[in-house]
């Protein structure tokens, strides 16, 4: 079965850093590029960043960028989010997906829960 | 910036529905595609696809979902609408950096 599971959420203090993995099965995850998007609560969708097949090529919102950093370990399948200097407005949950074609995703983890509050 | 409307649709079982998403820029990329695509989100669920490239329908996908438009104006539209459809419906464009969302349309039933 084609999945990915996300973990790593939890809650932390403004300022303080986490790490979302995304662990992709049921596929050949070193062939396809993968996104983070992300949900704050009662709120739309908001891409935050995406890489590609090998990891040289990486690209962020710009309400992340110089804060977050996307990787990936072909070796183990999966996908990271490091998360630095977190503020209140990163609180929200964040989805793995994987590219289909140019951006539109076509499977989805459940996504992980991030709070950042004092 | 993408732009969809309505913001929310109630619509009666069976009869269509129609969704629009408006783009400020062209979507049409040189090689001749145009990356737009639909999701749905149904309540607690994670997003799911259902066209891309404007209107080629995803896997699995009934073919009551259909999408059009071109350059910058889309539209997704529901054939005869069931129970199953009610949830959050976004487009989203992948023709430009930063990937963009429209704001989502909530559809609900009768």
């Known amino acids: 079965e084609v999945q990915l599971v996300e973990s790593g959420g939890g809650l932390v203090h403004p300022g303080g850093s986490l790490r979302l993995s995304c662990a992709a099965s049921?596929?050949?995850?070193?062939?396809?590029?993968m996104h983070w998007v992300r949900q704050a609560p009662g709120k739309g969708l908001m891409w935050v960043s995406d890489i590609d097949t090998d990891g040289s090529t990486t690209y962020y919102a710009d309400s992340v960028k110089g804060r977050f950093t996307i990787s990936r370990d072909n070796a183990k399948n999966t996908l990271f989010l490091q998360m630095n200097s977190l503020r209140a407005e990163d609180t929200a949950k964040y989805y793995c997906?994987?590219?289909?074609?140019?951006?539109?995703?076509?499977?989805w983890g459940q996504g992980t829960m991030v709070t950042v509050s004092s | 910036v993408m732009t969809q409307t309505p913001l929310s649709l109630s619509v009666t079982p069976g009869q269509p529905a129609s969704i629009t998403c408006k783009s400020s820029?062209?979507?049409?990329?040189?090689?001749?595609?145009?990356?737009l695509c639909w999701y749905l989100q149904k309540p607690g669920q994670s997003p799911q696809l259902l066209i891309y490239e404007v209107s080629r329908r995803f896997s699995g996908v009934p073919d009551r979902f259909s999408g059009s438009g071109s350059g910058t104006d889309f539209t997704l539209q529901i054939s005869r609408v069931e129970a199953e459809d009610v949830g959050v419906y976004y487009c989203m464009q992948g023709r430009h950096l930063p990937l963009t969302f429209g704001g989502g349309t909530k559809v609900e039933i009768k």
């Open positions: 997906a994987r590219d289909l074609h140019w951006g539109a995703s076509d499977i």
């Open positions: 820029q062209s979507l049409l990329h040189s090689d001749g595609n145009t990356y």
């Open positions: 049921g596929f050949t995850f070193s062939s396809r590029w």
